[in-house]
């Protein structure tokens, strides 16, 4: 039984920004609202997109679901081959395990902000059908799916000795 005492309230505005950016393409800045550490179950995030960036490499996960509020802007939802628009106020769920990737991508002229409720599962995994990527959380390892092996493939297949 965990009896230590949980964390107070806090204000959203008290927290700091983290600012991450890989090339041109991809970046943004995020508040994270609660601790993203393992032994927390959920994890929540304020996160704001600039014109031009993409959130993440298009992705699905197989364990954890994932909820998206838009606050305010608008930006580009890829889902698949689909492409929406979503703004204040609009929300979507990303099951776990549906095979769809998703990522957003602020096409405007000015930044969206959304909150970004999720799952810390440290048994997910989680897939990049445009890169051929899979990412496998329990090991921190990312690995490239043109390198799928048969079930067999190493096995000695000859009878055991005795």
């Not at 921190?140 to 000695?156: H, N, Q, T, V």
Request: proline letters at 7%; one cysteine or more; aromatic letters at 8%.
């Amino acid at each position: 039984m965990n009896t230590s005492t949980p964390p107070g309230p806090v204000h959203v505005a008290d927290l700091p920004w983290e600012e991450w950016s890989r090339g041109e393409r991809f970046g943004s800045r995020v508040r994270r609202l609660g601790p993203s550490d393992p032994a927390h179950h959920v994890g929540v995030l304020i996160e704001e997109l600039s014109p031009g960036r993409q959130s993440c490499p298009l992705h699905y996960h197989l364990l954890e679901e994932e909820h998206l509020y838009v606050l305010e802007g608008s930006v580009t939802l890829r889902l698949g081959a689909a492409r929406h628009t979503l703004s204040a106020g609009d929300y979507v769920c990303f099951p776990a395990g549906q095979e769809v990737g998703h990522a957003l991508v602020n096409e405007g002229s000015e930044p969206c902000r959304y909150l970004v409720i999720g799952e810390n599962n440290r048994n997910d995994v989680c897939v990049y059908p445009e890169s051929n990527k899979i990412l496998v959380k329990s090991i921190d390892a990312l690995y490239s799916r043109s390198g799928e092996l048969d079930y067999w493939e190493g096995e000695d297949l000859a009878a055991p000795q005795a």
